[in-house]
């Protein structure tokens, strides 16, 4: 590549003060990024305990320790943090924080002091949050579902629906930050369809986050109105609709799924071409394919409804709209698997989580068919089968996703590798793990028991027993890379400008990147993915 | 022009890149607040069309000329607003000052006739969940007012949140620390947000005020 973009000798961001201020006050993207990584982090490890009791107590038929007040407040509170406060910002706050404006050649986003500020707002929510489940915890599942949630519940709904509808915003402003950063600071040559297919994603993403939070925001605002004020829109009794709650609450829920999961496919094309050492196949068709996600999320949300009262019809179009959405799903499936044709595929620790995020997803995306369709809707609803389908989907491929992202740029992050089989083992653990967690449940669902109760007839006991023993695994696997990875900061392998081999600007500076990311900007005079690499000094073969 | 516009930051090259990102940045806020409303609007559309008899004898209940009077004084401080905002981008002081005092002193106006009418409707009953009995029979009806006080109430606070933003323009513009026509670009900002604040009202009068009439 061109020399413009050449190494430079000033001092990374990590060095660029050392105080906490320099940290909680910064407004490089890249330490805000950092900032996010470590309050998600612990985030993760809350929900991840609320996960790991309930896979205890469901060991038995006639539950382990807990009362059934207490399995409901656990359930909600796993639900509540896993979804807002990790799976949301998981992917687009950190990794998209740190590389959006590196990818495009830019300096910084193009609102350094509202990202700073999302960041803040993000925390003050974590506070009502983490206050919620310390004074008592709710017991409403993460859905909040009115009119329980507004008249009968004797949780604390109102910290936590205050918390949630704050954490809003922080999504909102980091949605508004990168559609306008990749809108307007695009380095000189770099054309939209020149960008990495994780710019295009990171960008469909935004657009959700920004139109469908609004709508979350407003859901919630009744829940309090009604709660607070007795204003009744839910509650039949003061003349609400109850049916109204769920619409609007997947109105943005649904599209919550695509803010979830489109990033894990940002990532996913990422760690394809850099492994397979292959342009991505079909560029435009995967970066349309986010678009078209993006939009289409919008227009299914009824499939959560087909037995809450919705019409024939209206559930007929929600169905096959729901359908319809599996195919660019489906193309991106298609396109990274024909990456790999005549590539140079190499299994780092990366490329596992990417192969398992494959596995994970086709089995998750198949099985959202079964419930996308409404006679078999009916049957499944409500049972294990909806809790397989959407972990499958959301932890095993957007986690997944989010571990191979990590170990990915993670020495571009810090400046150190990782110990590489340690990375390995944990990628196979994950995925087996996931597998003997989840397999067990879609049974489960198709047996038909019911999800959020702690008791159960004792015919369920070996697969609740098995699905406990995946669990166990995969809490030691998801509790490995906090280790190696800490341990690698400090005695890691120093990493290079371009470990991986991999295209992209973020790969053309040095690693830990200096504080202004390049030092004039880039002219941009290639396409994405240029493989194989000229001048690289990675040794590779021709291709034959 | 370029050179008439406020220092760059850093991670701009030029000023009118600068420029174009912030004009960006408000118009995808708008279209995030629009939702907001959406939510709203959408769920009085469909009671519109569900319960019309209920929607109907709600709808009758509320005060059509004071709303009128409200919309009316709204749609003038939208003028003001738009004249402060040329006035503004052709430096002209004195005209931005005056429109810009002028903007506000309508949008309080339209606050006041606003808390008048909850006041007035507080009294007949109106609020559903306190004050005297609610006098209609349709349940529908308690959602419509449920969703009115909810809806007007939101619109009032974005409207509150503009009064502050161009009352802070004028104390800024008095103190001189709103330099014209080189800050132009701030009041545009502030008048758009009005002006979208402004549009909201105009699809809430009639969903609220006329089509069930
Ligand atoms: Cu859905």
Avoid at chain 1, 269 to 275: D, N
Avoid at chain 1, 409 to 431: D, N, Q
Wanted: net charge neutral.
């Amino acid at each position: 590549m061109t020399a413009e973009a050449k190494a430079l000798p000033s001092k990374s961001y990590l060095e660029d003060g050392y105080t906490l201020s320099s940290w909680f006050f910064s407004t490089d993207h890249k330490r805000i990024a950092i900032l996010y990584f470590v309050s998600i982090t612990l985030f993760f490890f809350v929900g991840g305990a609320a996960a790991t009791l309930i896979r205890l107590e469901l060991l038995s038929p006639t539950g382990l320790f807990l009362s059934n007040d207490a399995y409901n407040r656990l359930f909600t509170i796993h639900g509540v943090v896993m979804v807002w406060f990790f799976l949301i910002p998981s992917i687009p706050n950190t990794f998209g924080n740190f590389l959006i404006p590196i990818m495009i050649g830019a300096k910084d986003l193009a609102f350094p002091k509202l990202n700073l500020a999302s960041w803040w707002i993000f925390v003050l929510a974590g506070c009502f949050v983490i206050a919620a489940l310390l004074i008592g915890g709710v017991d409403t599942g993460w859905t909040f579902y009115a009119p329980f949630s507004t008249m009968f519940s004797n949780g604390y709904v109102v910290p936590a629906v205050i918390g949630v509808f704050i954490a809003g915003f922080s999504t909102i402003l980091t949605g508004l930050n990168f559609i306008v950063t990749i809108h307007k600071l695009r380095a000189p040559g770099m054309t939209w369809f020149r960008l990495p297919l994780f710019v295009w994603a990171i960008y469909a993403t935004s657009l959700v986050m920004v139109l469908a939070t609004p709508v979350l925001a407003t859901t919630l605002m009744l829940i309090f109105a009604e709660r607070v004020l007795g204003l009744g829109f839910f509650d039949p009794k003061l003349g609400g609709d109850p049916v109204l709650y769920q619409h609007l609450f997947w109105f943005y829920s649904h599209p919550a799924v695509y803010i979830m999961v489109l990033p894990a496919m940002a990532v996913m094309s990422e760690l394809m071409s850099a492994f397979c050492k292959r342009r991505v196949f079909g560029y435009k068709v995967v970066a349309y394919s986010s678009l078209a996600i993006a939009g289409l999320g919008f227009l299914v949300w009824g499939h959560h409804m087909f037995v809450a009262g919705e019409s024939v019809y209206a559930g007929l179009v929600f169905s096959l709209l729901s359908f319809s959405i599996a195919v660019p799903s489906a193309i991106k499936v298609f396109n990274w698997t024909a990456t790999m044709r005549k590539g140079y595929v190499s299994l780092d620790a990366p490329m596992l989580f990417a192969l398992g995020f494959i596995g994970l997803f086709v089995i998750g995306g198949l099985s959202g068919l079964f419930v996308a369709a409404t006679g078999l809707d009916v049957h499944l609803t409500r049972t294990y089968f909806v809790i397989a389908h959407f972990h499958f989907i959301m932890v095993g491929g957007t986690v997944s996703c989010y571990f191979g992202a990590l170990h990915f740029w993670w020495p571009k992050m810090t400046g150190r590798m990782y110990p590489e089989m340690l990375g390995r083992g944990t990628a196979l653990m994950i995925f087996f793990g996931f597998i003997l967690t989840f397999m067990p449940q879609f049974i489960l669902g198709w047996l038909g028991m019911p999800r959020r109760y702690h008791l159960y007839p004792p015919e369920f006991q070996v697969l609740n027993v098995l699905s406990s023993a995946g669990a166990s695994i995969l809490a030691v696997a998801y509790t490995l890379p906090l280790i190696y990875l800490g341990w690698s900061l400090f005695y890691g392998k120093r990493a290079g400008a371009n470990p991986w081999g991999a295209a992209g600007l973020e790969w053309l500076i040095p690693s830990p990147p200096p504080r202004e990311n390049f030092e004039t900007v880039p002219v941009v005079t290639w396409e994405a993915y240029p493989y194989p690499l000229k001048p690289q000094p990675v040794e590779r073969k021709e291709t034959p | 022009m370029s050179d008439a516009l406020p220092a760059v930051h850093e991670q701009y090259q030029v000023a009118t890149q600068q420029l174009a990102a912030d004009r960006l940045g408000l118009w995808v806020f708008l279209a995030s607040e629009a939702m907001l409303f959406g939510a709203v609007f959408f769920s009085l559309a469909v009671y519109h069309y569900i319960h019309p008899a209920a929607m109907h004898a709600a709808t009758d209940q509320l005060d059509l000329s004071m709303g009128a009077v409200g919309t009316a004084v709204l749609l003038s401080s939208s003028t003001t607003m738009a004249l402060a905002v040329k006035a503004a981008g052709e430096g002209r002081r004195w005209e931005t000052l005056v429109a810009l005092i002028g903007t506000v002193v309508l949008g309080l106006a339209f606050e006041a006739i606003k808390v008048h009418d909850w006041f007035d409707e507080f009294g007949k009953g109106l609020y559903p969940p306190a004050g005297p009995p609610f006098p209609l029979p349709q349940p529908a009806a308690r959602l419509f007012f449920h969703l009115y006080f909810v809806s007007t109430g939101l619109h009032a606070v974005h409207l509150a949140v503009g009064i502050l933003l161009v009352a802070g323009l004028v104390i800024m513009q008095v103190s001189g620390r709103l330099t014209l026509p080189e800050r132009m670009v701030t009041v545009e900002m502030v008048g758009l947000y009005w002006q979208f604040v402004d549009i909201v009202w105009i699809f809430l009068y009639p969903t609220l005020y006329l089509v069930s009439r």
